[in-house]
């Protein structure tokens, strides 16, 4: 399989360090207010890729970190040494302390990812959990002498970095990592590419409560160094795969390696680096000034199946901005909804789980996940097999299946959901009940051809039915 990887700049092979598993960090939130679509969009690629890896069989252990400390508003400019800090902010705001800040959203967050099927990494990490793995990585970066102090904290020294020979800020698109022109320049620091590792608080600068003795004074850590601290902590000093949002590739990200091949004696620290194209919404950037910073709870309040979203996801190739708009999430949850239609009339049954259809859909839809995540051709593949007449039921029912667990719309499930709403056997005319019982028997023999014949005599006497691993389902034709 290829991913585009952003270090090469080009497709390229997927070839683990190590074969047997691998290890894949997602940068996770900054947990100071509800995650917005955008961000959703972000974690739901991180499934996508999980979900793929596992498809192809890989052992992939997932770790995501929340960042409940030390990201300041500059960070993403360039700059980490001025700028708002986003807990202590929405603490002041919301009358609390940012350690509530931190519990409330970090909650909601996890107990979203279901709501979008998003599956639970291994290992969720925050940065506050990890506070003696980041002073202990910054200590190893001053020992080998790339950090120094100022009045406002210890920062990386981007200049003497590079004058050992070391390339710094390859994956960035920017020309210059440069400091953010919206932020007073820091005159302390020998080089505005050079980021905090560890902070103080400074002079005016609005405080919270999450402070620590380090060797260079009470304070927290830099935004960057977390993912660094903690990637290694729980994947080792080189993995696999590395994913954030594009907004990441241009800083945090070379930061990260600058970090990290620092401390670790210049070995690669990530083979293959994904960011992910970010949502519009109306055509622009959204923000929670614009009041279109939209939350999963927005979308679920004006009644749509927050499945939908993971569809409208789906419909985009990941790499490609896509314009989010109330329009679009009607006609995706138009799509799905129909797509639910045709699952429902397939029939499934314990073997199906197990049986996984070989045929030339699956070869299809295997190629689109290969070719860097090629969702919506993965989509097209699975609606041409559903209305594909020449392919039977339940080959049909088992690739339904097979590919929903790398799409993950809960196609399945949902319709085993009906089963409340069954008739009853014995509600049915006799000719019906019998043809019920052959059919039964032909699938104890697994006569998959004289089973689909006997379910369209049944379908001709205008009832549906359908396997679910919970019984089967019986429904008057609508
Ligand atoms: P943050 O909470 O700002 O650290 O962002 C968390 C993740 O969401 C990062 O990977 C960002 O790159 C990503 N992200 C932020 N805004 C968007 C957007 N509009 N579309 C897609 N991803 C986004
Ligand atoms: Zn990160």
Redesign the pocket.
Known sequence: MKFYNSLSRKEEEFVPINPLHVGMY?????IYSF??I??W???TLSDLTFRTLKYFGYEVRHVMNL?DVG?LSGD?LGDSSTGEDRMAKAAEKEGVDAWSIAGKYGRDFLDSMSLLNINMPDVIAKATDHVPEQIALIESIEKKGYAYKTTDGVYFDVAKYESDGNTYGELSTLDVIKEGARVEANLEKKDPRDFALWKFFAKGQKRHNMEWESPWGMGFPGWHIECSAMSMKYLGDQFEVHL?????RSTHHPNEIAQSECATGHKPFVKYWIH?????VDGG??GKSLGNAYSIHDIMNKGYDPLSLRYFYLSGHYRKQINFTWEALDSAQNGLNRLRKEVAKLGFSELDMVVGGDNEYKKSFEKALSDDLNMPEALAVLWKLLGDENVSLSDKASLVISFDQVLGLKLVQEEVSDLDESLSIDQLPSEVQQLIKDREEFRKQKNWEEADAVRNKISDFGYDIKDTSDGLIIKPLS
């Open positions: 997602t940068c996770g939130p900054t995650p917005t955008g961000n969009r972000t974690y960042t990201h993403n954030g949002g594009e907004d990441l992910g194209a970010f949502l519009l950037r959204m």
